[in-house]
């Protein structure tokens, strides 16, 4: 086994108010607890989840100070007395659940995400924009040694999250499916996982450069919201019948789309709510829901076998995101970028700059 230099202090982005801004210092490396590992993050990817965490954005407070981060790859260091399943120099993956009791009834039943005991990465206990950061052992990624860590990372939130969201869908094969915020981190990995499925996505998102990243990913059409004078109209006549998608992924940052959906998906159609957008409420008409019998639903993270099998997907080549590369120092200059809705694809921070 080989054995690192652990050192005592290291660079994080530490978010000390609500609000943010968040402040890139020295802080102290942690100890993983009997049955942790302590990771030696090189990568972790930016997610609006990060951003909404430091707007105070949900009715569920976070950890202050707090290292945001849940997207984080790298190389395991140090492990507790109890961890015998991994091993110092394997890689693995921080996601967003960082622990569960694992024995609830929905832990045993493998919905470890609606445990109520569950912890979360960058929100309840500190995540990955930080050089060494501390995970339960029972619920780190494991990543293939041969795979980049710069480019699996945005795989740990977002794409085991829409690959998740896409098979809750029930979507089959030859099938349409309506990707709803396709420009941005999980709509861009929701295309290439629906491709990957045998699914074909439309997506929706503004802008001519998202329009252009979700062409090249391989979405059958690109509808801009911010341009169209009839969504709903767009959006069936981008299935070959007229009749609409036979799923919408609601991935947008805003509340208009998770009223809209309804009113495009096709007669027993499901939509799939992924997206956690401030305040927002979601609404449709009853008697519409009724007599075209279609069904509204949330999907949350995924499971520790989701994971396996997201990132199976990813090690077979067949998911393909663009992403770029900035410096940890620079995590508030994405933040300012994503809420201003200019983020194309995925931010990947490394942690060494
Ligand atoms: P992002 O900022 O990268 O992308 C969001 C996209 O939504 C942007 O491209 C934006 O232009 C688009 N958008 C905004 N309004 C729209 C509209 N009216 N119609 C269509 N598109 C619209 O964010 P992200 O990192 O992809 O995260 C998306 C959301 O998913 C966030 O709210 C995040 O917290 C949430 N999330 C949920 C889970 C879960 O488990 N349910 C997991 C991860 C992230
Ligand atoms: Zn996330």
Known sequence: MPSYDIPTEQWAQVLEKTGGPVVYKKIP?????????LINVKYSGVCHTDLHAVMGDWPLATKIPLVGGHEGAGVVVARGELVSDIEIGDHA???WLHGSCLSCSYCQNADEPLCAKAL????TVDG??????TAKA???ARIPKHVSLEAVAPVLCAGITVYKGLKESGARPGQYVAIVGAGGGLGNMAIQYAKAMGLHPIAIDAGDDKAKSCKELGASAFIDFSKTKDIVADVKAATPDGLGPHAVILLAVSEKPFQQAT???RSRGVVVCIGLPANAFLKAPVFDTVIRMIQIKGSYVGNRADTAEALDFFE????KCPYKTVGLSELQNIYDMMHDMKVVGRYVVDTSR
Do not use: C, N, R
């Open 93 to 95: 993956g921080i996601k």
């Open 128 to 133: 990955s924009f930080q050089q060494y950061a």
């Open 120 to 123: 979360m990465s960058g929100y």
């Open 138 to 140: 029972a619920h780190v």
């Open 263 to 265: 009113e495009y998906v």
């Open 316 to 319: 077979q080549g067949l998911i």
């Open 29 to 37: 490396v942690p100890k993983p607890g009997p049955d942790e590992v």
